[in-house]
């Protein structure tokens, strides 16, 4: 088995089929996504290929360590990843072949008007060894 994350993208992904922005949302088309979501995990617990998954909330900061007795520093000159992922779930499946057939089904989960989103996902596999570090 491999485990691979996809990435849900508030934005910096090619623009969705159904790409009206979630704050236009009616409440009740919030709901069937969510809805969406939660079968949809729900199918891969029974299989054994879900690991977790999370929505992430709009707030957040960029924090770094700044040196011995120095307090953290927060922000910076990069983009938020709090303005760019939206969410994220962890997969476990037998092959790439499988993460690109989940990963197309998720992308189809509902949007505006109850149309499917079709939305781009970042797949990206868990490295599969911890890397080598030589000094």
């Known amino acids: 088995m491999a485990k691979y994350l996809l990435l ?4 910096g992904a090619p623009a969705a089929v159904n790409d009206v922005p979630m704050a ?4 009740e088309e919030i709901s069937a996504h ?13 299989t054994g290929e879900f690991v977790d998954g999370q929505a992430l909330a ?23 990843t709090k303005d760019l992922i939206a969410g994220w779930m ?17 992308s189809a989960a509902p949007g505006a008007g109850g149309k499917p989103i079709h939305e781009w996902l970042e797949l990206r596999p868990f490295l599969a060894a ?3 570090i030589t000094e």
């Open 90 to 106: 962890v997969i476990d499946v037998d092959s790439y072949e499988r993460a690109v057939e989940l990963a197309g089904e998720l």
């Open 24 to 27: 236009q949302w009616a409440p």
């Open 58 to 80: 709009p707030e957040g900061a960029w924090v770094r360590y700044d040196g011995e007795g120095r307090p953290p520093v927060t922000d910076g000159p990069f983009a938020e």
């Open 8 to 11: 849900k993208h508030y934005r």
């Open 34 to 46: 969510v809805q969406y979501m939660n079968d949809f995990a729900a199918r891969l617990e029974k």
């Open 130 to 132: 911890k890397p080598c």
